[in-house]
């Protein structure tokens, strides 16, 4: 695991199986707009609508926690997280 520091930190889950990736919000928003158009082009829409982003605060941790437990991000998603889907 790489020790990059995350200065605008965000995230991609499934509302089923929790975490895909946490990074930087503008390389995460891409990879979750990237994502969602190949799986829909593939009629994958399923994927697509189970797929969330989120952007987190900076907090050390939060981040921690939610690497550490790939499902944690669905408890923090659904306690009122601010989210795009």
Known sequence: MSNKVILNPAAVFDT???LI???ELNE???FFNNT???FESSGQHA???SMRFVSLPNNKA???R???ESQYILQYYNKGAEGKS
Do not use: N, R
């Open 66 to 68: 939610i690497l550490s």
């Open 62 to 64: 939060l981040i921690d």
């Open 36 to 38: 969602k158009k190949v």
């Open 16 to 18: 089923e199986l929790g």
């Open 21 to 23: 990736c946490l990074g």
């Open 47 to 49: 994927i697509v609508k």
């Open 28 to 30: 995460i928003e891409k």
